[in-house]
């Protein structure tokens, strides 16, 4: 709710109305409700509708259609609706309802702690007589060349998303809601931007713009901040150009003490899914030299993907997460995104993809947050020794020749669980095995007894040999 008054000494308005709006908006759409009291209960409605200015309007209508049922009559302007919103993602609802809107911006409180440069000191100062910390390594010269480099393009890359972003806000001010169809700096969404801005209407997706046309101030502003994002590629480039430079002319240091040219290592670290070249380079850069990392577990909790437990009582009260290299971290997690949506088949990919499908408490966040730690390993394999990702090293998942291929009515399920299964789509076994290693989880009745069933099923057939198919056995014909 707004600030109040006084320093905060007085109440908020404590009146009761015969009703309340509330928005939750978002990028793409906007998730509205409507609340009536009847008697003791309240009346709930609700509505998603997408961010484009027809569904605006028509959602508008519909807030008031619902008032009127209730035997409340309430004129356009007169509508009053709670907005909580980020930037301006508000900005195009409100200019379509109009009304007396309130826009709730929320935000946290940390608490706060005692704290002066003295007892930090004396802190620090037992800590260091108790040897509680081990000796730090020290980067050399030839490791924090990268480091800068790397740092100065997060920051370049930093500038230009938030100028990207503050051209989409803008957008947003006057109702344009064309920061929908992609990035803002893209050929299609800038090239309907300028043409907005120079003509005052766009002939595609026209359903994304308002009736407002961009004012010559903020032209002025728009064009500064294209010629800056154009500035900032260019230097985005040039920074790139002299860090792989600089990284393939190095020698580092791997397995045995022995050094290889920074070319072949990179290469060999591109070979791991996900990882491009980028994200090498951020890789060499924060880990240096890899002989200080006695085990692969040390690095992902220098990574910051090693979990910590509290526990009591010989129970687990806590996980809390380390906070690590963020650099690095924040490379890890951008490589697993790339390789989860790569759709080329592989053993290592698929396995992010079947954890959440046969857990049904595990989120997509928990996941990747387990195959970056994956991802972790692989590289320290790689760069440790020098030589190719290997595939061959992660199990496999089931491939066709390793299970029957049968309707689901032979998979051996209660009828309980078949009943679900064809509910879903899945007739065949074909169709359970993908869904297992896809989204099993998340569709309709597939609880945890579904999942377990179809979990025992799949480990009994990757146990069992494989069923060779012969000349006189032609496969059942299935129909998927």
Known sequence: MPSPNNGGHEQHDRKVYPYGVGIDCHSKFFEI???VPQGADLTTSRLRVNGEWPQLRAANQWVLTILRRHGIDVRPEELRYTLESTGQYHMPLCLAWKGRPSIINPSDTAATRRKTDVLDAGKLALQSLTGLWRESWIATAQVQEPRVLTLQRAHLIAERTRLSNRINGDMLRFGHLVGQLGPVRGKLVRALIEDFCREGRVGLYAQYFSDQRILPGVLVVFEQHWRRIDEITREVELIE????????DSAWTVEGGRTVGGAALLRNLETVPGVGRWTACVWLAEVGDITRFSHPNKLCAYAGLDPSLGVSAGKVTSRLKRKGNARLLGALRNAVRAAVSNPAP????????????RHVDAGKSKALKAMARRLCKALYYVHLRCEPFNEAKYRPLLSESSYPQCSVDEMG??????QILKKNGLLTSKRVVEAFYGD?????????STIKQVAAWVNQQQRAPARPQTADRPPKDVTH
């Open 413 to 418: 399920f209660t009828p309980r669980v078949a």
């Open 33 to 35: 409700c409507v609340l």
């Open 440 to 448: 099993l989880a998340r569709r309709p009745g597939c609880g945890s």
């Open 346 to 357: 592989s053993s290592f990919t698929a396995w992010v993809r079947g954890y959440i499908g």
């Open 241 to 248: 150009s002299l860090c792989l430079k600089q990284i393939s």
